[in-house]
C-alpha cells in the first residue's frame, strides 16, 4: 500500500482545484453569468458609477426575489431571502420616465431592444405582466436583460439602487455577443440621453 499516499498526493489537489479557483474567482469578484438576460460568460463584478447603459450585478427585492426562485428564474444564494443576484443592464436612473406599450419599453421616449412583452416565459407559465409607466424616482433603477425573454423590471417594476452590488464589466463572453452590449449602451449612455430624447 505504499502507492496510496502517493496517489493521495495526485487525486486531493486535483480534487480541490475547481474549489480553490472557485473561492479566488468570488474573492476577486468574477461572477459566472449563464442566464440568457446578459451573453454568457466571466464578468469582473467591481465599484463604478450606476448610470444608464451600465451592467450590474444587483440582488432582487425579497419578495421579487422569492417569486423568482420559485418559477425558476434565480437560483438560491446569497442575497435577501436566500435568493442569487442578476445581472443586468441598467435601462433607467433616477428622473427618467419609462413608457410601455405593445412594441416594447420606451426610456425617456426611446426604444430599449429586444423589450417586446412575451405572453409566456421560458418555463411553460404565463409571463407574469407588471408593465406600467413610471416616473423613476431617486435611488431607483430600471434593470433590463438583453432577451426578449428576459426576467427584467418589464415585469418586476424599478429596484433600489441600494441593491445594486457593483458594475459588471465582461471578462471572456460567447462569440460575437458583445456586440449586443455595445448597440444597447449606444441607445443608453450618452450624458445628454435625455436632452436628445424628450
Known sequence: MAWFPRLLH????IALAPIVCGALAVAVGVRVV???SLPRGLYWVHAGAIR???IV???LPPEIARLGMRRGYIPAGHCPGGAGGVAKIVAAVGGDTVRFDASGMFVNGRLWP???PTQADWSGPPALKRLRSYH???GMVVLMGLNPKSWDSRYFGPVPQSLVSGVATPLLIE???ASQIVHAK????TSDYRKRTT
Not at 495526485?10 to 489537489?13: D, E, G, K, L, S
Not at 449606444?186 to 449612455?189: A, G, R
Open 10 to 13: 495526485i487525486i486531493v489537489p
Open 34 to 36: 449563464w442566464t440568457d
Open 136 to 138: 423613476i424616482s431617486p
Open 57 to 59: 450585478s444587483a440582488c
Open 175 to 177: 462569440g460575437g455577443a
Open 186 to 189: 449606444s441607445l443608453q449612455s
Open 52 to 54: 444608464r447603459g451600465v
Open 114 to 116: 429586444w423589450s417586446a
